[in-house]
């Protein structure tokens, strides 16, 4: 799909996710080789440790369109070992070349960070390597965050005489406060994992013996569960940050009594009620 603000194609012209990433020069799919119904995205530009360029972005965007539409209930969103990173940052030779007209067209939305946010399926970020700029932002925009032990986090945009523009004073804000946001984007520090962590930037942190088993071990509990109460719970707790109480409390309820026309939830009651592992057809 092209990046522009039109909207994600009708499932009838998307191939299989991994039919998809077969085509991508960046990035790489897999589903169900570590965990079934799991597809893992592995971004890999290691010239560029992955900084995010136009063909990168088009590409994760096609992928994602593809994972969309297939049956694949979780997505970990990782960093190639090869580029020594999750996402380095943006591009900045691309950065360097535009000016504000240019910049509005390339940021239009959906943006990659707005497919990762608005996916059906939840986002797992596996931080395996430096997050910063662009790629923190990539990041936040995961519904959870595990970090590798030595990985840095940062907005330094400040530091080239710009700020963050892909979500950063928005979803920082809300995940950390604003204070530390401020903290961050003003000054530039980056911080380590174990500081992510604290700050809630981040919510686990691994060393590197125990990181990927432990995304796999979360991801293999998300996609035991429902498709559709997973893409209606994440939509709940999106909206938790997005409106006031009571209409969230509002929208919770909507979507709750939504899932009493699926077939999963007779499903689900009938395999508690009868001591076994149930079956979800995700309708």
């Known amino acids: 799909m092209s990046d522009n603000s039109e909207g994600r194609p009708g499932e009838d012209d998307i191939g299989s996710p991994e039919a998809v990433g077969d085509e991508c020069e960046t990035v790489g799919v897999s589903v169900g080789e570590e965990v079934e119904h799991v597809a893992t995205v592995t971004l890999s530009r290691p010239d560029a440790r992955n900084a995010l360029n136009a063909q990168l972005r088009a590409e994760l965007k096609d992928v994602l369109d593809a994972i969309e539409a297939s049956d694949v209930r979780v997505v970990v969103l990782t960093g190639s070992d090869e580029s020594g990173a999750f996402v380095a940052g943006a591009d900045v030779t691309e950065l360097r070349e535009r000016g504000p007209l240019e ?32 790629g923190c932002e990539l990041a936040q925009a995961c519904d959870t965050r595990i970090a590798r032990e030595g990985a840095k986090l940062g907005q330094p945009e400040i530091n080239l005489g710009i700020m963050p523009g892909g979500g950063g004073t928005q979803r920082l804000a809300r995940l950390v406060g604003e204070g530390q946001a401020m903290k961050l984007i003003l000054s530039g520090e980056l911080i380590d994992a174990e500081e992510a962590r604290d700050i809630g930037l981040v919510d686990e942190v691994h060393d590197e013996d125990d990181f990927e088993d432990r995304v796999y071990d979360l991801a293999e509990s998300m996609a035991e569960k429902s498709p559709l109460a997973l893409e209606f719970a994440k939509k709940a707790v999106k909206a938790s940050s997005r409106m006031d109480l009571e209409q969230g409390i509002e929208y919770e309820a909507e979507l709750f009594a939504h899932l009493f026309a699926s077939d999963d939830k007779n499903e689900g009651i009938d395999a508690f009620f009868e001591d076994r592992d149930p079956e979800w057809e995700g309708k």
């Open 103 to 134: 910049q509005r067209e390339a940021s239009k939305r959906p943006r990659v960070y707005e497919y990762v946010d608005d996916l059906e399926q939840p986002v797992i970020g596996a931080i395996n390597g430096h997050a910063l700029g662009g």
